[in-house]
């Protein structure tokens, strides 16, 4: 099994930053993907950010240009930096990474958008 732990998640003013952080530990080995989705109110979870093993990140089109997803592979952490937030990325954020086609969730971390 693979453990996600969270963090980084909070309020912040619109045009604000927050940097979320997703640590695995337990079975790690064989991780390949690793990402982030979100999922608001009233609203299916979607995919915000990938950070596929040895291939291009991708984005949803709402955050290109202020979001980047980056991964620490030796501390098997994955990083979202999300800068220009707007009340539309209220939401909670999932942490996902996928191990020999198996995929993991973290718990979430509320991110509000709010003045």
């Known amino acids: 099994q693979v453990q996600l732990v969270e963090s980084g998640g909070g309020l912040v003013q619109p045009g604000g930053s927050l940097r979320l952080s997703c640590v695995a530990s337990?079975?790690?080995?064989?991780?390949?993907?690793m990402g982030w989705y979100r999922q608001a109110p009233g609203k299916q979870r979607e995919l915000v950010a990938a950070?596929?093993?040895?291939?291009?990140?991708r984005y949803a089109d709402s955050v290109k240009g202020r979001f980047t997803i980056s991964r620490d592979n030796a501390k098997y952490t994955v990083y979202l930096q999300m800068n220009s937030l707007k009340p539309e990325d209220t939401a909670v954020y999932y942490c996902?990474?996928?191990?020999?086609?198996?995929?993991?969730w973290g718990r979430g971390t509320s991110v509000t958008v709010s003045s």
């Open positions: 996902n990474v996928q191990r020999w086609g198996v995929d993991y």
């Open positions: 337990g079975s790690i080995f064989g991780i390949s993907a």
């Open positions: 950070a596929p093993s040895g291939d291009k990140t």
